[in-house]
């Protein structure tokens, strides 16, 4: 031992000052890095563990929730317009502020210079595959029903109100033609369908056909 001693005497006996300044240092700075090492990765292990457990009890959390669910609205239920003038039907387009009934096909009030007219090739709503096809003028007089259908685009709803049900068309199609007393009507045949039939608007010469198909019934 004491000869191990002596050779570490003579060793350091001969390295200057500075050498010994240096080596020190460096010892020193080993030293701090092994400790922060060692801390960091205990400090890193511990955020992982903290992590893992979040994760772990939100996906394994079995406590039931009271969650509320929203609420659909009730859909109202239908409710006849009054009809004291005993119109076969009432045509509503809510788009248009429209609402006006209409007589059978042999009433003498079924005429387009007094009503809506329920044109003699028509269907009844309730048949199967029908057309329901509604005349009427538009311009600015009195009886010009249909003024304000050139406002309506695809997509648009118009209701018809027939013996105590609710029929829901949606337009499928709007073109024109030439006014010369006939229309031809380009409509699916499988279906139950609603024309309009008016004078184009700002155009003398065209009339305008309005297709709509049936989309419920209450």
Same mark, same amino acid.
């Given at each position: 031992?004491?000869?191990?001693?002596?050779? =570490?005497?003579?060793?350091?006996? +001969?390295?200057?000052?500075?050498?010994?300044?240096?080596?020190?240092?460096?010892?020193?700075?080993?030293?701090?890095?092994?400790?922060?090492?060692?801390?960091?990765?205990?400090? @890193?292990?511990?955020?992982?563990?903290?992590?893992?457990? *979040?994760?772990?009890?939100?996906?394994?959390?079995?406590?039931?929730?009271?969650?509320?669910?929203?609420?659909?609205?009730?859909?109202?239920?239908?409710?006849?317009?009054?009809?004291?003038?005993?119109?076969?039907? =009432?045509?509503?387009?809510?788009?248009?502020?429209?609402?006006?009934?209409?007589?059978?096909?042999?009433?003498?009030?079924?005429? %387009? *210079?007094?009503?809506? /007219?329920?044109?003699?090739?028509?269907?009844?709503?309730?048949?199967?595959?029908?057309?329901?096809?509604? %005349?009427?003028?538009? $311009? /600015?007089?009195?009886?010009?029903?249909?003024? +304000?259908?050139?406002?309506?685009?695809?997509?648009?709803?118009?209701?018809?109100?027939? @013996?105590?049900?609710?029929?829901?068309? @949606?337009? !499928?199609?709007?073109?024109?033609?030439?006014? !010369? $007393?006939? %229309? /031809?009507?380009?409509?699916?045949?499988?279906?139950? &369908?609603?024309?309009?039939?008016?004078?184009?608007?700002? !155009?003398? &010469?065209?009339? /305008?056909?309005?297709?709509?198909?049936?989309?419920?019934?209450?």
């Amino acid at each position: 031992m004491s000869k191990l001693v002596e050779k =570490i005497d003579k060793i350091l006996s +001969n390295l200057s000052n500075r050498t010994i300044v240096i080596i020190a240092f460096i010892a020193i700075i080993s030293g701090v890095l092994i400790i922060s090492a060692d801390y960091l990765e205990g400090k @890193k292990e511990r955020a992982y563990q903290k992590i893992s457990i *979040s994760l772990y009890n939100e996906s394994h959390d079995n406590t039931p929730q009271n969650i509320e669910q929203p609420e659909e609205p009730e859909e109202e239920p239908y409710v006849p317009t009054p009809n004291p003038s005993g119109y076969l039907g =009432i045509l509503t387009i809510d788009k248009v502020n429209l609402q006006q009934g209409f007589y059978d096909k042999t009433n003498e009030h079924n005429n %387009v *210079s007094k009503n809506l /007219t329920f044109l003699s090739p028509s269907n009844y709503p309730d048949e199967k595959n029908g057309n329901v096809i509604l %005349v009427a003028h538009s $311009g /600015t007089t009195r009886i010009a029903y249909f003024k +304000n259908l050139y406002q309506l685009k695809v997509g648009d709803i118009a209701k018809i109100e027939y @013996k105590g049900h609710l029929y829901t068309y @949606k337009i !499928d199609n709007i073109y024109n033609e030439t006014k !010369d $007393g006939n %229309v /031809t009507i380009y409509r699916d045949t499988t279906k139950q &369908t609603l024309t309009m039939i008016t004078c184009t608007k700002n !155009d003398n &010469t065209k009339q /305008t056909i309005y297709i709509a198909y049936l989309e419920s019934v209450k």
